[in-house]
């Protein structure tokens, strides 16, 4: 197995690794975040999403530019596989577009009435406009992650 070969195999594990990240937290607010928070009043869904998007919109991106940056790598180095991560890469791009879109606007609304104290009369609404593409960005980080679990078969292969 030649350097160039093994530099490709690992861009495509850290891809892997981060867009692994970011697909199973967007599976977890999915399965389980969802439903947890039509069960709370308007005073809590505020105050836990607002933390939680606090938290996560500045820790989360190192994930996804793991994911995108070695799945570029990997077409830059790679011979048979470079379709795939370039799929992935498309995939993940696409994931940005709807974030930044739809919910990177909700998470700041609500991080500033949880900073604030305080609540939004449209509180439900702010989570249901969240809640109306985490089902896209499921799917398209889950393409990602078979996308470049495929590219790293092939690699090996």
Known sequence: ??????M?????????LGAAAVYGTDVFFCVVGRTALTRVNDA????TMGRFHEVAD????????????GALANVALSGASWRWALSAVVAQILWILVYRSVSAPVNAELTRHARAGSIPTDARALQARWDS????????????????????????G
């Open 133 to 156: 593409v985490i089902v896209a960005r499921v799917l398209l980080m889950g393409f990602a992650v078979v996308a470049l679990a495929a590219a790293l078969v092939r690699s090996a």
């Open 8 to 16: 490709a195999m690992v861009s495509l594990a850290c891809a892997l």
């Open 1 to 6: 197995m030649g350097t160039v070969n093994v």
């Open 58 to 69: 500045r820790r989360m991106p190192v994930f996804g530019i793991i994911g995108i940056a």
């Open 44 to 47: 809590s869904l505020v105050e």
